[in-house]
């Protein structure tokens, strides 16, 4: 794989930061690249480390910007406490890694560390830059472990620019800039502070605009919650609607009139009693059945609690009386 090149199409994407963000060239990194770059970065104090930054270039309605997705390091380099240098052995490794880890990344930057001298770009850094990432798109990325301090910078038409932020999983971090003295000329403020005031207004209008996303945001939860409850409630309503339409429960329907004579003290009046037609269903079968077993129950431990009653004592039959011997004699 090669560096990207100044003919290579950028990818249509969003953003992954707030719609305001302002840069000379916005650079987006994944929170797990970040990862990497800084537990590479730490991993020696003593000596400078380096290798490429692999992701792509997009675009938006904004312009272009870096999507760092991935780190590659470079093992192979040669490595002292105050420089390091990019060996052919290193590009090897570097560019079988991006081939066999990251097939679809592009080499976008590269980094290397200053552990314990600032994030200053030296003058090799920048030939470095100038020469092997002079890409308008490239970026180079040095930070100091000891301190934390991180430093990007871009290549532009005036020649190596800092970029004041950069974003991480889409949070603003602050990279290091040169300082330079604010001067005023002939009543006129220099250019570095209105620059400063610039970006402070840049910083305003995002926090401006992240308040109206947040506000929108809740407007939208909200509709979506009541849309949801209306519709809970129309298709409760509908349903029991729908149930009373295709209910196999049918009243009983009347089929006549049956005329009945009662007599109210010295009148008799006639009394029309309702016969009517109702197929049973099947629920309330059973709940018929119930009731008739139930029937049955009472009447079995009735008679139960009859069998239980002794009976009266039986009264003895007399035996037949032999004949007297003397009258059978006669």
Known sequence: MKPLS????????????PRGATAPLRVAVERAAYADLIAHAKESLEA???????GHICEDDRGLFVHVEAVIRGNAANESATHVTFTQATWDAIHLALERDHPKL??????????????????????????????????????????????????TSSGIEYLPRYWVDGREQLGHTPVRHATVTNGEPAEDLLQT???????V?????????????????????????????????GYFVYQSYTSRFEPPRLNSFVPVPIQIGDKSVLI???????????????????????????AAKEAAAK???PAPAATPTPSPTKPDADHERK
Not at 115 to 135: A, H, K, R, W, Y
């Open 307 to 309: 069998a239980l009653i």
């Open 197 to 203: 005031v610039k970006a402070l207004e840049a910083r």
């Open 6 to 17: 100044k003919s290579d199409k950028p990818v249509r994407y969003a953003f992954p930061g």
């Open 48 to 54: 400078e480390v380096c290798g490429v930054l692999a």
């Open 272 to 298: 029309g009693v309702g016969v009517v037609q109702w197929d049973v269903p099947p629920e309330l079968n059973s709940v018929l059945l119930q009731m008739e077993q139930l029937k049955r129950d009472a």
């Open 106 to 155: 592009r080499i976008v930057g590269w980094y290397h560390t200053h552990p314990g001298f600032g994030v200053e770009f030296s003058e090799m850094d920048l030939f470095i830059q100038q020469n092997f990432f002079s890409g308008p798109t490239q970026i180079a990325l040095v930070t100091d472990p000891l301190s934390g301090a991180v430093a990007i910078a871009t290549n």
């Open 205 to 237: 209008a995002q926090l401006i605009q992240s308040q109206d996303d947040l506000q929108t945001l809740f407007h939208r939860v909200v509709l979506t919650i009541g849309f949801v409850a209306c519709l809970a409630i129309i298709g409760t309503v």
